[in-house]
């Protein structure tokens, strides 16, 4: 059964700070692993990663995969108030039109002014 | 083009009401989903669609039943609404494997 475990659940950090977070899995067959944000509403893409080491990046987002370790970690820098949000993390494995995603529980992340 | 749409926004229902819950995409996808999403549980999916015609369980399908009625529109049924039924569902499309998938409003469900 696919595995999805992010960490920490929860963080409050003050507007201007960099934060980190993570996700490990275990998938047989990994294709991708998706970065979600939701805020009081429908998730919203962020970033998909399918090779290790090759850093994506948006703004003041970015993320690497490493395929070795089976993780991938999630960075804001300069955090402001609008990143406060829930983080998902989803991992898919190859299986052709069958293939779905399985979500971790979320990381929620409190920015304070 | 306005992606994945959802109705009902909310509902409340009494413990053995039925009801559906309705997806469509305009995106011409493949594949739709539904998920429920409740709290420090992540989203957990109930059924899919890989393509018109066909539907498989997810990881929670008890209690649920889906119709995929042509390539748009993807509907979650609940026959007897049960209070362990009460969540968050979001509705998801993905036109093919690899691709994002884009999620719609989602129906916040009260079962009393």
């Known amino acids: 059964e696919d595995k999805v475990v992010q960490s920490p659940l929860s963080l409050v950090v003050h507007e201007g700070d960099t934060v980190t977070l993570n996700c490990s899995y275990e998938?047989?067959?990994?294709?991708?692993l998706l970065w979600y944000k939701q805020e009081k509403k429908a998730p919203t893409f962020l970033f998909m990663l399918?090779?290790?080491?090759i850093e994506k990046k948006s703004g003041r987002l970015s993320s690497i995969l490493d395929k070795k370790e089976l993780f991938s970690i999630l960075n804001i820098t300069a955090t402001q108030t609008g990143d406060s949000a829930v983080y998902l993390c989803a991992v898919e494995a190859w299986g052709g039109a069958n293939s779905k995603l399985t979500f971790g529980k979320g990381i929620t992340l409190s920015v304070r002014p | 083009n306005a992606g994945v749409t959802q109705t009902p926004k909310f509902q409340v229902l009494k413990t053995g009401q039925s009801m559906t819950l309705q997806c469509a995409q305009d995106m011409n996808h493949n594949s739709m989903y539904w998920y429920r999403q409740d709290p420090g549980m992540g989203l957990r999916l109930i059924y899919y669609?890989?393509?018109?015609?066909?539907?498989d369980k997810g990881e929670v399908p008890n209690g649920y039943n889906v119709s995929r009625l042509n390539k748009r529109e993807f509907s979650l049924r609940l026959e007897s609404a049960a209070p362990s039924q009460t969540s968050v569902y979001f509705c998801?499309?993905?036109?093919?494997?690899?691709?994002?998938?884009?999620f719609g409003p989602g129906t916040r469900l009260t079962v009393l």
């Open positions: 669609s890989a393509s018109e015609g066909t539907t």
């Open positions: 399918t090779s290790s080491g």
């Open positions: 998938v047989t067959n990994f294709r991708s």
């Open positions: 998801a499309s993905r036109g093919e494997a690899g691709d994002t998938q884009y």
